[in-house]
């Protein structure tokens, strides 16, 4: 079946960029999305890029995706101690209403 | 805003017992998702539905059941829990394709069977 691929940990300091990158599998996914877990809650809606974009920002979000490689990644730039939290990848194929997800990637922010 | 509502936060049960979870949505989405996560495995479809009285298989629906008698609300059911059923419950709502698959989640519930 379809796949969506994540590193479980990133470590970074305050005040850094972050990085989390994914890969998916299923080439016809129109919608990448990221989401955001806070301890002991559910997931928060961050961004999501159509598939025939390259770039989305959002503030102090930068979503990249090369749908060559199906690679899409997540920049957070001035990396908060309140970004610490499991960001979840997902492809969806915009004609299901499914999403694959990740396995999430544990944010680790130090002071 | 969206809600997305379930019922308990946490709960304990034993092994046997028959757990209903509950979850309601306010946005009279078409689309309701149970999922459950555990750490390293991200989250996993156990059910879905499209509408009221219909359901679909997730990946891993053994040992689960669902009913959406009403469009806002999709029930889980765990008819005999067992100690691998230990795990966070998520339910999700969307309102249909597209852009509007975009999924919303509840809190989560988090499941210790004994």
């Known amino acids: 079946g379809e796949d969506v691929e994540q590193s479980l940990f990133l470590s970074v300091r305050e005040g850094d960029s972050s990085v989390i990158n994914c890969t998916y599998t299923?080439?016809?996914?129109?919608?990448l999305y990221w989401y955001k877990q806070e301890p002991g809650a559910g997931l928060q809606l961050l961004t999501y890029i159509f598939s025939n974009m390259d770039m989305k920002q959002d503030q102090r979000l930068t979503v990249l995706l090369n749908k060559k490689d199906k690679h899409l990644s997540l920049r957070i730039a001035d990396t908060q101690t309140g970004d610490s939290a499991i960001y979840f990848c997902?492809?969806?194929?915009?004609?299901?209403?499914?999403?694959?997800f990740g396995q999430g990637t544990t944010l680790q922010v130090k002071p | 805003d969206v809600k997305v509502t379930q019922s308990s936060r946490y709960l304990v049960k034993r092994t046997g017992e028959k757990v209903f979870l509950e979850c309601v949505q306010d946005?009279?989405?078409?689309?309701m998702f149970w999922y459950r996560q555990d750490p390293g495995l991200g989250l996993r479809l156990i059910y879905f539905?499209?509408?009221?009285?219909?359901?679909e298989k997730g990946d891993i629906p053994e040992g689960y059941s669902v009913s959406r008698e009403k469009k806002e609300r999709f029930s889980l059911i765990l008819e005999s829990a067992s100690t691998n059923q230990t795990s966070m419950y998520l339910c999700?709502?969307?309102?249909?394709?597209?852009?509007?698959?975009?999924?919303?989640f509840g809190p989560g519930t988090r499941l210790l069977v004994l």
């Open positions: 946005m009279d989405h078409e689309n």
């Open positions: 299923d080439s016809s996914s129109t919608y």
């Open positions: 999700a709502s969307s309102l249909n394709t597209g852009p509007q698959e975009t999924q919303y």
């Open positions: 539905s499209y509408d009221v009285k219909m359901k």
């Open positions: 997902a492809s969806g194929s915009g004609n299901t209403g499914k999403l694959i």
